[in-house]
């Protein structure tokens, strides 16, 4: 039995955390013994663990630069002894791959997910000399392997296992003239989506611009926007500034995004920076066209005039013309709707990302090639 320890800084409802939690869960019982140490804090996605039988260890670390929480992570590695240790995203890249090395682990892989424009440069000189010392790194994006590579981390290092996303129908699925009725909106509305948390790194500014630009040309257009965040208060003001009131909704956090996807015409996604957006994948999954900022990531997502568009970052004008080239091109919206949707069954499932995983644990442990 192969022991594998997942160390991440938290459970929130991130992409992250979510992949972590489908791959703990997913892996095969009967090969692997799968423990999930929490750097930082608990979060909504504790259940999914706890509902899988997976074994969590809290560390409570408090502060950026805490060393209790250093030698408590080394501690509980020490105690549970794994064969691997996985660690994710930068806080735990760092105590834990540092941690596992004092603790003699002999296999280490560290996970990143994102192109973390926002990092310094010491952070990244972290994550260089850690490399050194680290088997793989894993990532879910060619895009964060370019990242990295011209950051100075060594490409032969990186392996590219693609995010899965869940095929799992709403709980309670609802018509489409319930859900207008529900949200208080005209009968012939068409519904433009976004999820995300309300952060910088979104730019939700750019898809609140071109739903008003579309508001000029068009009166049936309203734009839902999924998530809460700190930028909150800050999009709201910037709606009424632009006189999107009535038109633009934040929805806040929801657990029924997968019951609201199906209902809408269109799915934005306006990031500056991702890794494999979650979000994005989910739309697609539901059938909807994607409208997304032409960036490393969403590259891997979208197929241009298959999938749907992909629009130079920042370009408003160009965003609110491919909306309204769906939202009038009924066929071809449903076109690639269906295409996307058989994009994600294809090549993006939760089964394939899991047994990947577990070839690289294989290979990593056992010297196993990959089939």
Known sequence: MKRILQIIPTLDNGGAEKQLCLLAAGLPRNEFETHVCVLTRTGPREADLRNADVPVSFINKSWKIDPGAYWRLKRE???????????????????????????????????????????????FAIDRHLAKRTDRIATNSSGVVDFYTQHGLPAEKFVVIPNGIEQRPPAEPVSREALLAELDLPADARLIGAVGRLWPQKRYKDLIWASELLRVVRDDTFTLIIGDGPQHWRLQRYVDQVGSHGRVFFLGQRNDVARLLPHFDVFCL???????????????????????????????????????????????????????????????????????????????????????????????????TPG
């Open 77 to 123: 590695i020490t105690r549970l002894q794994p064969d691997l240790v996985h660690t994710w995203i930068f806080a735990a890249n760092s105590y834990g791959r540092q941690a596992a090395l004092a603790a003699g682990v002999p296999r280490i892989v560290a996970g990143e997910r994102c192109v973390d424009r926002w990092k310094a440069g010491y952070e």
């Open 270 to 368: 306006t990031s500056g920076y991702e890794g494999q957006s979650n979000a994005l994948m989910e739309a697609m999954l539901a059938g909807v066209p994607a409208v997304a900022s032409d960036i490393p990531g969403n590259r891997d997502l979208v197929v241009p005039e298959e999938t749907g568009f992909l629009v130079p970052l920042g370009d408003r004008a160009l965003l609110a013309r491919r909306i309204n080239q769906l939202l009038n091109e009924p066929e071809t919206a449903a076109r690639m709707g269906e295409v996307s949707r058989r994009r994600m069954l294809e090549h993006f499932t939760v089964g394939r990302m899991v047994e990947r995983h577990a070839e690289l644990y294989r290979e990593l442990i056992d010297g196993q």
